[in-house]
């Protein structure tokens, strides 16, 4: 009778077992929330470039827009307005879109590289015309998180290449740091 017994509770144990299943054996609690990859961040920044044309540093005033759709790997757009400093009246304003990689974080430093494409208008002064030039431009800086939402474009360092300016090619090169707010 004994045996029986635990034969037959032995069975109900195994038969629970195979019906509850192995992975629920092990599992976890699943989590109620998860972080998405996806952030949208607006900001805008202040810049001194060197336009390889004139000999003076430009002065100017941009914006961006930063779409991460993976875990730090996004799109960054970006329009720059170099109108400050003007050397006999040559400017320089840049429209900027391309790939743009966060490399890592340590503590609230959020380092990145970027490649992008576009064009650039610039003002060769007054009575001289003016052109748009194709502009390739690579570059690097570093974002430092001082809330959830706000970050301090602590640098933003771009190298930008014109390969198709007049007879031959510009290569203007500068630095960029602002603030920035995420959307979400």
């Given at each position: 009778?004994?045996?029986?017994?635990?034969?037959?509770?032995?069975?109900?144990?195994?038969?629970?077992?195979?019906?509850?299943g192995?992975?629920?054996?092990?599992?976890?609690?699943?989590?109620?929330?998860?972080?998405?990859?996806?952030?949208?961040t607006?900001?805008?920044?202040?810049?001194?470039?060197?336009?390889d044309?004139?000999?003076?540093?430009?002065g100017?005033?941009?914006?961006?827009?930063?779409?991460?759709?993976?875990?730090?790997?996004?799109?960054?757009?970006?329009?720059?307005?170099?109108?400050?400093?003007?050397?006999?009246?040559?400017?320089?304003?840049?429209?900027?879109?391309?790939?743009?990689?966060?490399?890592?974080?340590?503590?609230?430093?959020?380092?990145y590289?970027?490649?992008?494409?576009?064009?650039?208008?610039?003002?060769?002064?007054?009575?001289?015309?003016?052109?748009?030039?194709?502009?390739?431009?690579?570059?690097?800086?570093?974002?430092i998180?001082?809330?959830?939402?706000?970050?301090?474009?602590?640098?933003?360092?771009?190298?930008?290449?014109?390969?198709?300016?007049?007879?031959?090619?510009?290569?203007?090169?500068?630095?960029?740091?602002?603030?920035?707010?995420?959307?979400?």
């Amino acid at each position: 009778m004994i045996r029986t017994r635990l034969s037959l509770a032995f069975f109900l144990f195994c038969v629970v077992l195979l019906g509850v299943g192995p992975g629920a054996i092990g599992a976890q609690v699943a989590p109620t929330a998860f972080k998405s990859p996806i952030s949208l961040t607006v900001g805008g920044t202040a810049s001194l470039f060197d336009p390889d044309y004139a000999s003076n540093t430009l002065g100017g005033l941009g914006g961006y827009v930063d779409l991460n759709v993976f875990h730090g790997i996004g799109v960054e757009a970006e329009g720059r307005w170099q109108r400050l400093h003007e050397f006999e009246g040559i400017s320089q304003d840049n429209y900027l879109i391309g790939p743009r990689v966060q490399l890592m974080h340590f503590w609230k430093a959020r380092p990145y590289v970027k490649a992008l494409g576009g064009f650039s208008n610039m003002n060769f002064g007054p009575g001289e015309g003016t052109g748009r030039f194709t502009t390739l431009a690579f570059g690097g800086g570093v974002d430092i998180h001082v809330t959830r939402r706000w970050s301090v474009r602590a640098i933003d360092a771009e190298y930008q290449y014109w390969p198709t300016f007049l007879d031959g090619s510009l290569s203007p090169f500068g630095v960029s740091a602002g603030v920035s707010y995420r959307i979400f």
